[in-house]
């Protein structure tokens, strides 16, 4: 069992940047997929950005292409989303997210997740 523990989300005014972190613990950490999703206020979650253990195969959705990066450090058990040029709509709840070694479903989709953190929220706002 996975258990995953997000950090870094706060209050920012657009333009900003801010870095979330995901610390992971209770698994093989280098052998999970790792994603960051995102839910605003009466929306549905949604993608933002995976990673796959190795850090070979690196996902983005279009709407924070060129904005976010994703990275991991599997020594320390971690995954970050560095998050340049905020915008009001990036403005949610963001979600770490692992999926299983193997797993025959696609990263970018819930039902592609094993575990899910608790959330962090970012709000950007002038």
């Known amino acids: 069992q996975v258990q995953l523990v997000e950090s870094g989300g706060e209050s920012v005014q657009p333009g900003d940047s801010l870095t979330l972190s995901c610390a992971a613990s209770?698994?093989?950490?280098?052998?999970?997929?790792m994603a960051w999703f995102r839910q605003a206020a009466e929306k549905e979650r949604e993608f933002v950005s995976g990673?796959?253990?190795?850090?070979?195969?690196?996902f983005y959705s279009d709407a924070v292409k060129g904005r976010f990066t994703i990275s991991r450090d599997n020594v320390k058990n971690t995954v970050y989303l560095q998050m340049n040029s905020l915008k009001p709509e990036d403005t949610a709840l963001y979600y770490c997210a692992a999926q299983d070694s193997g797993s025959i479903y696609p990263l970018n989709r819930d039902y592609g997740i094993n575990y899910w953190g608790q959330g962090t929220q970012v709000t950007v706002s002038s």
């Open positions: 209770g698994g093989t950490f280098s052998s999970y997929s």
């Open positions: 990673i796959s253990g190795d850090s070979d195969k690196i």
